[in-house]
């Protein structure tokens, strides 16, 4: 898409213009930010404009052949290098840059690499890259996008110039995400919200197995007592492709209901489409027992990023959970 279709990141999508129109950008670029915040997107944008057939004063146009090649991932000048397995490797390198960047462009006036993420890349494959950041062609151009720019070496780094992303305010995605999507103002704040003002996150809660997941696990979140926790940790193995996933909405759960239990404004809330559940389940809570379910969830992920036994984890917690849930007085 054109950069007039990119929502938020003006102040990086204005500095890439303003170099573009001076004839100033650098034959590096190290786009840097949190993980769906937009930065391949913006890259592709910047691959359109240097290649669109007419483009405008500060944009291109979108509609031209180059610009929909572009779009559709099919034109020649125009490569986004990804991991093989885990890693980019030196062959890749190789095969796509050292071999293919010294020749003229095809279709357009530059080629353009993507190296998305750009901290996969093996210490060979990084080596490799620097040898053509040390003399780079004249007529490409390498976008490397990282949301850990610290695990690149410095001396890529040192010759990439840096474009920062920042996540988007819930005020400014909310509406993108009710146009894109056509839900309730409710729903589009709740995802702006869990999604930590990441549009790709938001899309990617959007999807059916992702609401199913979110309400199927809400719904049981609001019905838990003493003895569910430990019969929800036996049967949890059925979520294993989902962990992730199933920690963070637990966790947004219990911090809303540790938000409103300490009389915080519900303009802070993630889960705001199940604002009434909330109010329903501080019957059942105190600050400290939300706490220490917070805790154990926290302390529970970091034991399974660290492949921990994942039976084991989630008995503790289940263990834990209970006995948390057996400390809480009714609240009146």
Known sequence: MPFRDIQGQAAAVEQLKRAWQNHRLPHALLFTGPDGVGKRTVALALAQALNCKSPSLDDACGECLACRKTAQGIHPDVRVLEPDGAHIKIEQIRETLQHDAVLKPMEGERKVYILDPADSLTLGAANSLL??????????????????????????????????????????????????????????????????????????????????????ILAWAQNVGPQSWSEWARTLGEYQDDLTDVFDILLSWYRDLLLAVNRGPQTLWMNVDHAEAVKQALVRETPETLLDKCRALLAARDQLSRNANVQLVLEVLGMTMTQAVGAAVPRR
Do not use: H, Y
Request: charged content about 30%.
């Open 131 to 216: 040898k053509i950041l040390e003399e780079p062609p004249s007529a490409v151009m390498l976008v490397l996008v990282t949301a850990q720019p610290f695990a690149l070496l410095d001396t890529i780094r040192s010759r990439c110039r840096e474009i920062r992303f920042f996540p988007l305010t819930a005020q400014r995605l909310a509406p993108w995400l009710r146009m894109r999507l056509g839900v309730d103002e409710a729903a589009a704040q709740a995802l702006a919200r869990l999604s930590g003002g990441r549009p790709a996150e938001a899309l990617r809660l959007s999807e059916p197995e992702r609401r199913e997941l979110r309400n199927t």
